[in-house]
C-alpha cells in the first residue's frame, strides 16, 4: 500500500497541472451535474473556461468587467481588486501553490465572482471548464 501510495505522490509531484484529491472530487460533482445539464456533455474545456475568463460583460455597479478586472491578465503576477482597490496575489497554481488547493475557498469565490461579472451563478459546465483554464495557469 504504502508504494503505491509515494507512485501517486510522484506523479503528482511531477505533473504540477494537475487537481489535489479533494479538488479532483469537486471536478467530478461538477462533471455529473454537467451531465444532468447536457447529456452530450463529454468533458470541460479550457479554451471555453479562457473565454469565461477573458471576455467582458456589464456586472456588479454596471462596470463592464471581466475576471481579469481583478486577477489582471498575467494570472501570476499580483493584481489589484477594481472594487476595493485591495491586492489580490496570483490566481496561477504555478506561482501561488495555494491556488485551487481548498474546495470549501474555491466553491465560495466562484459563486461571488460569477455574480460579480455574470451578475448570476456560473453553471457546472461553466465553473469546470474555468477551473481547468486556471489549473494550467
Ligand atoms: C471584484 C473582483 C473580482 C472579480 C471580478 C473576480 N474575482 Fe476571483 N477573487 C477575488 C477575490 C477578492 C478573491 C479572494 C482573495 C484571494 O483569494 O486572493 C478571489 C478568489 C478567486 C478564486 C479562489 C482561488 C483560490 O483557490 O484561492 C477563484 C477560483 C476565482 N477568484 C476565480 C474568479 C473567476 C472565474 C472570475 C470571473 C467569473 C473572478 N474570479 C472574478 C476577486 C475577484
Redesign the pocket.
Do not use: Q, T
Given at each position: 500500500m504504502k508504494k503505491v501510495a509515494l507512485l501517486f505522490l510522484c506523479a503528482y509531484a511531477l505533473n504540477a497541472a494537475q487537481f489535489n484529491p479533494a479538488m479532483q472530487g469537486y471536478i467530478d460533482e461538477l462533471r455529473l451535474e454537467a451531465k444532468k445539464l447536457d447529456p452530450n456533455f463529454k468533458d470541460f474545456d479550457a479554451l471555453r473556461g479562457e473565454k469565461?475568463?477573458t471576455t467582458k460583460n456589464i456586472?456588479?455597479n454596471s462596470q463592464e468587467?471581466?475576471?481579469q478586472?481583478?486577477?489582471g491578465s498575467d494570472l501570476k503576477k499580483e493584481a489589484k481588486?477594481?472594487?476595493t482597490g485591495?491586492t489580490?496575489?496570483p490566481?496561477s497554481p504555478s506561482a501561488n501553490p495555494?491556488?485551487?488547493?481548498?474546495v470549501k475557498?474555491?466553491k465560495k469565490?466562484?459563486k461571488r465572482?460569477?455574480k460579480?461579472?455574470?451578475l448570476r451563478e456560473?453553471t457546472a459546465i461553466e465553473k469546470g471548464d474555468?477551473l481547468y483554464y486556471?489549473i494550467k495557469q
Open positions: 469565461i475568463f456586472g456588479k468587467i471581466s475576471c478586472s481583478c486577477h481588486n477594481i472594487f485591495k489580490i496575489a490566481l495555494s491556488r485551487l488547493s481548498d475557498e474555491v469565490w466562484l465572482n460569477f460579480d461579472v455574470y456560473g474555468v486556471l
